[in-house]
């Protein structure tokens, strides 16, 4: 695609409720990221992927937090049993063969 | 580990003045630098990367320099105009076994008013 698409745009959850936020990257590009941006901050990172393995999830904030890309290409992050502290916004960026990133419009997640 | 200052928090001047946004951080071994531009609810756009081996890169009105043995980058906006008011977030990536993952400053709030 011509961009990292990122689905749903915005998600409000109920406390408990489980969660499913997709990222599309850009075709052909190895590597994909996903940082957390809460309201007024700068993005944190979360974890990474280099095609299907994840080789850091040293940012994920608790084991209520799992991310996949089974295939390679599209990726999914699961939050579990959400809670208020869980509401931000979720962005996905994807790399190629240099190391600039690029990002998707993220997914606003509100807990209530 | 990699800390991120941005200053200003905020700026606001009048549309076509020159403008100067400010990046600190505190690992001087930085593979390289990235500086985003956020516009409200929107995802991040690259504007500029700067390679640890470059001082400087430019691209259009921004000018973005980075000097490692100080641990400071700054984005140069000229003449500026009131579609450049959004948050202005710098990044440095540490390369190697970070896998170029990006440690984020909290962003200037630009405000270009006509």
């Known amino acids: 695609g011509a961009g990292v698409s990122q689905s749903p745009r915005y998600k409000v959850a109920k406390r408990g409720q489980d969660v499913a936020l997709r990222c599309d990257p850009i075709?052909?590009?190895?590597?994909l990221f996903w940082y957390q941006q809460a309201l007024g901050q700068g993005p944190e990172f979360l974890t990474y992927?280099?095609?299907?393995?994840?080789?850091?999830k040293s940012g994920l904030p608790s084991d209520r937090f799992f991310a996949e890309r089974p295939e390679g290409s599209v990726s999914t992050l699961k939050i579990q049993r959400t809670q208020q502290e869980d509401s931000a916004v979720y962005l996905c960026?994807?790399?190629?063969?240099?190391?600039?990133?690029?990002f998707g419009p993220g997914t606003r997640l509100t807990v209530t | 580990k990699q800390e991120v200052t941005q200053i200003p928090a905020a700026l606001s001047v009048p549309e076509g003045e020159n403008l100067v946004l400010n990046c600190s951080f505190t690992?001087?071994?930085?593979?390289?630098l990235q500086w985003f531009r956020q516009d409200p609810g929107k995802g991040l756009t690259s504007l500029l990367l700067?390679?640890?081996?470059?001082r400087e890169q430019t691209s259009g009105r921004l000018n973005a320099s980075l000097d490692k043995s100080s641990g400071r980058s700054t984005l140069y906006i000229a003449a500026s105009q009131p579609g450049d008011s959004a948050t202005y977030l710098c990044?440095?990536?540490?390369?190697?076994?970070?896998?170029?993952?990006?440690?984020f400053g909290q962003g200037t709030i630009l405000t270009v008013h006509p």
């Open positions: 960026a994807s790399r190629g063969l240099s190391y600039e990133q690029y």
């Open positions: 075709s052909g590009h190895v590597s």
């Open positions: 992927f280099q095609n299907e393995a994840q080789l850091d």
């Open positions: 690992d001087s071994a930085i593979y390289n």
């Open positions: 700067i390679q640890s081996s470059q």
């Open positions: 990044a440095g990536n540490a390369g190697g076994t970070s896998y170029g993952k990006l440690t």
